[in-house]
């Protein structure tokens, strides 16, 4: 774990609303009137003025806005109504109005400070920084031992990346306080954004000086020339760390990261060892050291051994851990080994409450194992727990129409359409996906209607020109269209011996039979051959195309392969087409 530095936006929380307090000791409860004011329009002023801000005290800001509006009717030189006016219309976000009242006050009343911090506020709000700015910097003039106000500076000018006029800033206030360390770590981090790292490690060293027990510091200079590949002077300062502080958490996190880089794994793995094993560090902790190998590819591909026994041993050490079993389901995922990873994932959802991203890869492997079942069942669940998750809605509608519960994956697609949050990749998604499942109920109207939506946004979308030219060419409609649009699929890809056995079957249906059988071969020497619905068409074709013989040996050899079509018996039987 490293230390961050300066927080910024602890900063701009500060610039933003640091002056709360400030602003509540001075609130106007009886404001200055002039004395060009007669005596009873200055009482009926004052008056007004306190019932305004009675009703902005019970959250009556409209009428409390009304009311110092009438005030400045009755006296309209009253920089205490124009300041509250301005705070009003900032609350209801009505930035322009805001800074042109804010400023009102600010000149009719330039010395009082918290109208300019009021409206250097509403500039940075507004990202006007420029203007904050000049009045920050005309702030500083008269109250320079208020260190608030470089602070905002500093920030300002981080904000507009001129990060030397920042250091300036905080090389001001170090100055007048001393050295700090939220201050130091900024400057450090300015340092680097301008590529000065001398200065970056010299604010470290600084630090190192003023507190040289505090272990920490060496472990920030150790990671600075670790990522500057300066090893040993990296070892120093670990070194240093350890003898100040041997069982440092810190520390041992960080040189697991400084051994990585080194390249040097067995001692990563031996200190990754000792991080599972010491009971005092988070479980938390230790899954971020995972974390890191699981997502690094080359460290995984090359000691996935050692991850694998690391991982055991952290499931092993907590075993009532979930992330201990969805790390390994993950290392599984990656090492390919799908149905062990199944397993694990089925346990998580089992036995822990399992989030979206779990179930999502326990349905993702029932649909890659192309195991329905499955998939019908724990889909059911998953929408149960997550109703508002479309991609549940659609692996269900899947699993509906692949089991041939046509109406249920209409209904549950059409559900699932409505999460999907205006989310186009998936509406289309659902759209192919109604377009199979109305197809597959003998709907073509509708299954043609979300087919030609997917179309029209996806035209070259080679799963949907597939299925629906092919859908087409069985019911023996559009066949020249579906000819044109399933052509797109093999120049596309013409190695892929689904959508050649396609394009072959339209041309069969378009009695071009001599074109079908040279398609319909390629699409057996590109891997149909193992396919019996592919041999079958193999069959027809040669029929055709005038070789009855050798169809009647691949109508056979479908039947052979487990093709129980009546058509293809009746086709034997009789030895020829109907």
Same mark, same amino acid.
């Given at each position: 774990? &490293?230390?961050?530095?300066?927080? !910024?936006?602890?900063?701009?929380?500060?610039?933003?609303?640091?002056?709360?307090?400030?602003?509540?000791? +001075?609130?106007?409860?009886?404001?200055?009137?002039?004395?060009?004011?007669?005596?009873? /329009?200055?009482?009926?002023?004052?008056?007004?003025?306190?019932?305004?801000? &009675?009703?902005?005290?019970?959250?009556? #800001?409209?009428?409390?806005?009304?009311?110092?509006?009438?005030?400045?009717?009755?006296?309209?030189?009253?920089?205490?109504?124009?300041?509250?006016? =301005?705070?009003?219309? @900032? +609350?209801?976000?009505?930035?322009?109005?805001?800074?042109?009242?804010?400023?009102?006050?600010?000149?009719?009343?330039?010395?009082?400070? !918290?109208?300019?911090?009021?409206?250097?506020?509403?500039?940075?709000?507004?990202?006007?920084?420029?203007?904050?700015?000049?009045?920050?910097?005309?702030?500083?003039?008269?109250? *320079?031992?208020? +260190?608030?106000?470089?602070?905002?500076?500093?920030?300002?000018?981080?904000?507009?990346?001129?990060?030397? $006029?920042?250091?300036?800033?905080?090389?001001?206030?170090?100055?007048?306080?001393?050295?700090?360390?939220?201050?130091?770590? =900024?400057?450090?981090?300015?340092?680097?954004?301008?590529?000065? $790292?001398?200065?970056?490690?010299? @604010?470290?060293?600084?630090?190192?000086?003023?507190?040289?027990?505090?272990?920490?510091?060496?472990?920030?200079?150790?990671?600075?020339?670790?990522?500057?590949?300066?090893?040993?002077?990296?070892?120093?300062?670990?070194?240093?760390?350890?003898?100040?502080?041997?069982?440092?958490?810190?520390?041992?996190?960080?040189?697991?990261?400084?051994?990585?880089?080194?390249?040097?794994?067995?001692?990563?793995?031996?200190?990754?060892?000792?991080?599972?094993?010491?009971?005092?560090?988070?479980? *938390?902790?230790?899954?971020?050291?995972?974390?890191?190998?699981?997502?690094? &590819?080359?460290?995984?591909?090359?000691?996935?051994?050692?991850?694998? *026994?690391?991982?055991?041993?952290?499931?092993?050490?907590?075993?009532?851990?979930? /992330?201990?079993?969805?790390?390994?389901?993950?290392?599984? #995922?990656?090492?390919?080994?799908?149905? /062990?990873?199944?397993?694990?994932?089925?346990?998580?959802?089992?036995?822990?409450?399992?989030?979206?991203?779990?179930?999502?890869?326990?349905?993702?492997?029932?649909?890659?194992?192309?195991?329905?079942?499955?998939?019908?069942?724990?889909?059911?669940?998953?929408?149960?727990?997550?109703?508002?998750?479309?991609?549940?809605?659609?692996?269900?509608?899947?699993?509906?129409?692949?089991? /041939?519960?046509?109406?249920?994956?209409?209904?549950?697609?059409?559900?699932?359409?409505?999460?999907?949050?205006?989310?186009?990749?998936?509406?289309?998604?659902?759209?192919?996906?109604?377009?199979?499942?109305?197809?597959?109920?003998?709907?073509?109207?509708?299954?043609?209607?979300?087919?030609?939506?997917?179309?029209?946004?996806?035209?070259?979308?080679?799963?949907?020109?597939?299925?629906?030219?092919?859908?087409?060419?069985?019911?023996? @409609?559009?066949? *020249?269209?579906?000819?044109?649009?399933?052509?797109?699929?093999?120049? =596309?890809?013409?190695?892929?011996?689904?959508?050649?056995?396609?394009?072959? !079957?339209?041309?069969? $249906?378009?009695?071009?039979?001599?074109?079908?059988?040279?398609? +319909?071969?390629?699409?057996?020497?590109?891997?149909?051959?193992?396919?019996?619905?592919?041999?079958?068409?193999?069959?027809?074709?040669?029929?055709?195309?005038?070789?009855?013989?050798? =169809?009647?040996?691949? !109508?056979?050899?479908?039947?052979?392969?487990?093709?129980?079509?009546?058509?293809?018996?009746?086709?034997?039987?009789?030895?020829?087409?109907?």
């Amino acid at each position: 774990m &490293r230390i961050k530095g300066f927080v !910024w936006a602890v900063v701009l929380l500060s610039l933003l609303f640091g002056s709360c307090a400030g602003n509540k000791k +001075i609130t106007h409860t009886q404001p200055e009137a002039k004395k060009s004011l007669n005596k009873a /329009d200055e009482q009926k002023y004052y008056y007004v003025f306190l019932e305004a801000n &009675r009703k902005k005290v019970l959250g009556d #800001i409209n009428g409390a806005l009304a009311l110092y509006y009438q005030c400045l009717e009755l006296h309209p030189n009253s920089d205490a109504s124009m300041s509250e006016i =301005a705070k009003i219309n @900032e +609350i209801t976000q009505n930035y322009d109005v805001a800074i042109k009242y804010a400023k009102n006050a600010v000149e009719l009343n330039s010395e009082n400070k !918290w109208y300019q911090l009021n409206l250097a506020k509403l500039y940075i709000i507004t990202k006007d920084y420029e203007n904050a700015i000049v009045i920050y910097k005309n702030l500083l003039k008269k109250y *320079e031992d208020n +260190i608030e106000i470089p602070y905002n500076l500093a920030v300002l000018y981080n904000q507009m990346k001129e990060y030397k $006029k920042a250091i300036e800033f905080y090389d001001y206030i170090e100055n007048k306080k001393g050295v700090n360390e939220n201050l130091t770590m =900024a400057k450090q981090q300015l340092y680097l954004k301008i590529g000065n $790292k001398t200065k970056a490690y010299n @604010e470290i060293n600084k630090l190192i000086k003023h507190y040289p027990n505090d272990s920490r510091y060496y472990g920030i200079l150790a990671e600075m020339y670790t990522n500057d590949n300066l090893f040993l002077k990296a070892e120093e300062n670990y070194k240093k760390l350890f003898e100040l502080d041997s069982t440092s958490q810190l520390g041992q996190f960080s040189i697991i990261d400084f051994y990585r880089k080194k390249m040097d794994y067995d001692n990563a793995f031996v200190t990754i060892d000792k991080v599972i094993n010491n009971k005092e560090i988070a479980f *938390e902790q230790k899954v971020l050291i995972f974390v890191s190998l699981l997502n690094n &590819r080359s460290e995984f591909e090359i000691y996935n051994l050692q991850i694998e *026994e690391k991982l055991l041993k952290l499931k092993q050490l907590y075993p009532n851990e979930k /992330d201990s079993y969805t790390l390994y389901a993950d290392f599984l #995922i990656k090492k390919n080994k799908i149905k /062990d990873a199944q397993l694990v994932i089925e346990h998580i959802v089992d036995n822990y409450s399992g989030n979206v991203v779990v179930w999502e890869q326990l349905l993702s492997i029932y649909s890659f194992e192309n195991n329905m079942d499955d998939l019908y069942l724990r889909s059911k669940t998953a929408i149960d727990s997550f109703p508002e998750h479309a991609m549940f809605y659609l692996f269900r509608g899947i699993a509906s129409n692949r089991l /041939d519960k046509h109406e249920e994956a209409i209904s549950v697609l059409k559900k699932g359409l409505k999460q999907t949050d205006n989310n186009p990749k998936l509406e289309l998604d659902f759209y192919t996906n109604l377009g199979d499942a109305y197809n597959s109920n003998g709907n073509y109207k509708q299954s043609d209607y979300y087919f030609q939506l997917v179309l029209k946004q996806q035209p070259n979308n080679l799963y949907v020109i597939n299925n629906y030219s092919y859908y087409l060419s069985l019911r023996e @409609e559009k066949l *020249e269209y579906a000819e044109s649009i399933s052509r797109k699929t093999v120049e =596309a890809e013409p190695d892929n011996n689904t959508y050649l056995d396609t394009y072959a !079957w339209i041309l069969f $249906k378009l009695e071009r039979y001599q074109d079908a059988l040279y398609y +319909i071969k390629k699409a057996i020497e590109k891997g149909g051959v193992d396919s019996n619905v592919v041999v079958e068409h193999y069959g027809d074709i040669l029929f055709k195309a005038g070789n009855k013989e050798k =169809a009647l040996e691949m !109508w056979k050899l479908s039947k052979e392969m487990g093709n129980t079509s009546k058509d293809l018996i009746k086709k034997i039987e009789i030895k020829s087409l109907k």
